[in-house]
């Protein structure tokens, strides 16, 4: 499959990109339904404490997929750059040492998290009895005993879509998507377990995709990747270029699920009201998130393809048309939120209060749509490259240089609004910073 260039290099630039971004945007749709699923089935107990308990829980699962990012986007942009120069081989191990590799990482995630358990959960903000019992049994279900199926199915995905696979690799994300939330309607509503029991659905339907994803591998023929632990090896180049790569995407995850934790933290002093309502924004907000995470990641092995084959010719026609598509999608959000907030909110809860006060936090947290949708594609766009460098900076100022300050004064001047207040400038703030990367690393290729 791998041999076919017409994969990656046969098709005009919008079918080209359709071909890879669409099933990686539907895949990217069905995970954002079943994130959507459980904040649904538990909003519907109208107990703020369990909707609480997903929101708090939200930046410790995320550090599964920082490890699944870590270990997935480096290789993706690796065997694809390989590919394109025709290295085969090269890009072989490096599939082999990315998936044993983000195996270890998520083996560290649990250990540390059934060590420190219960102080872990104090310090993001679970301070009722209720809260954290509810939050105790999300986490468990979902990385103690979910973790390991849940990165080697994210991991698959990433290898699978690095050789243009990219629709075999969305089946599988969107099996467990569908998979999670028929699982939610049984454990939430029908059995009545609340957040627990939308983390066993979780936990169920990971294991799924994951041995979907196996199948397909095992059942592929000439394909670039190898699974044999005997094939495993730590070669210079592999580990440094996956792991270069890789720490860009999974400082994203870091960065954020710390500042969702500073966000929960200060959030948490205005009741359990305030948290539930703006954990139902966040789970609105990931509609633009998961769907610029789609179209990114799903150019991301058509660029490094270009970038390995030196066709930077294609390369740039291929991001100017994913900004178009980008600008227009972010506008697009931002006029669906302002119209049809409050219906929005009250597909999750129904209490006064808390959709109230949603309504209001969604209203001012989308104007992050533009820079978000941007600054996620210009990352992507390093990343496929290999320049690891711009990508990390372009995070590290994103969310250390520009989040963490601001929601710490912007809570002690303005209070739980100015929280909600601190995403949206940071990344409109992050916008401009990533076009100036953008355009200095584009001067350095003139050719036509």
């Known amino acids: 499959m791998y041999q076919n260039k017409d994969v990656f290099n046969g098709l005009s630039v919008p079918r080209a990109v359709a071909k890879f971004a669409i099933p990686t945007i539907l895949s990217q ?3 954002l339904l079943y994130n959507l699923a459980d904040t649904f089935f538990v909003g519907h107990t109208n107990d703020p404490s369990q909707v609480a308990a997903l929101t708090l829980s939200f930046p410790l699962f995320m550090t599964l997929t920082m490890v699944g990012n870590l270990f997935g986007i480096g290789a993706n942009s690796f065997i694809s750059r390989s590919i394109g120069q025709g290295e085969f081989k090269q890009a072989s191990r490096t599939s082999t040492f990315a998936f ?12 540390v998290l059934t ?8 310090v993001i903000g679970a301070v009722t009895p209720q809260t954290f019992q509810a939050t105790k049994e999300y986490l468990s279900w979902t990385v103690l005993y979910g973790g390991i199926p849940t990165v080697a199915a994210l991991m698959l995905g990433h290898l699978i879509r690095a050789e243009g696979n990219t629709k075999q690799a969305s089946i599988g994300m969107a099996l467990g998507g569908f998979l999670n939330i028929g699982l939610d309607y049984v454990f939430v509503s029908c059995l009545g377990q609340g957040a627990k029991g939308a983390a066993i659905a979780t936990c169920i339907s990971n294991i799924i995709a994951f041995f979907y994803l196996l199948m397909v591998i095992l059942r592929t023929k000439n394909t670039v990747i190898v699974l044999n632990p005997a094939k495993l090896c730590f070669e210079a180049q592999i580990v440094k270029q996956v792991i ?9 995850i870091v960065l954020g699920s710390s500042a969702n934790i500073v966000l929960t933290h200060f959030m948490s002093a205005y009741g359990d009201v305030s948290i539930a309502a703006f954990g139902i924004v966040q789970k609105i ?21 270009c970038y390995g084959a030196n066709d930077i010719t294609r390369l740039k026609k291929i991001n100017s048309f994913s900004f178009l598509l980008l600008g227009g999608y ?17 597909l999750f809860i129904s209490e006064t209060a808390t959709v109230e006060k949603g309504i209001s936090f969604l209203r001012i947290w ?9 600054t996620n594609l210009f990352s992507s766009i390093f990343q496929a490259m290999g320049k690891w460098k711009q990508s990390l900076a372009l995070s590290v100022i994103r969310q ?8 710490i004064l912007m809570n002690h001047f303005v209070g739980e609004i100015g929280l909600v207040c601190a995403q949206p400038a940071a990344d409109t703030a992050s916008l401009f910073i990533g076009i100036l990367f953008y355009l200095l690393l584009m001067k350095k290729f003139r050719q036509e």
Do not use: H, K, N, S
């Open 29 to 31: 749709l069905v995970t």
């Open 100 to 111: 044993y590799g983000a195996f270890a990482g998520v083996l560290v995630i649990i250990t």
């Open 115 to 122: 060590l420190f358990m219960t102080p872990i959960l104090t």
């Open 244 to 252: 270069l790569v890789g720490i860009p995407a999974a400082a994203i």
């Open 285 to 305: 907000g990931t509609i633009a998130i998961q769907i610029t995470v789609g179209l990114t990641q799903g150019i991301m092995p058509l660029l490094g393809y």
């Open 330 to 346: 972010a506008l697009l959000c931002l006029l669906v939120v302002e119209v049809f907030a409050r219906p929005l909110i009250m």
């Open 366 to 374: 989308f104007f992050c749509a533009p820079g978000m949708c941007f």
């Open 400 to 407: 250390a240089g520009l989040l963490f300050p601001l929601l």
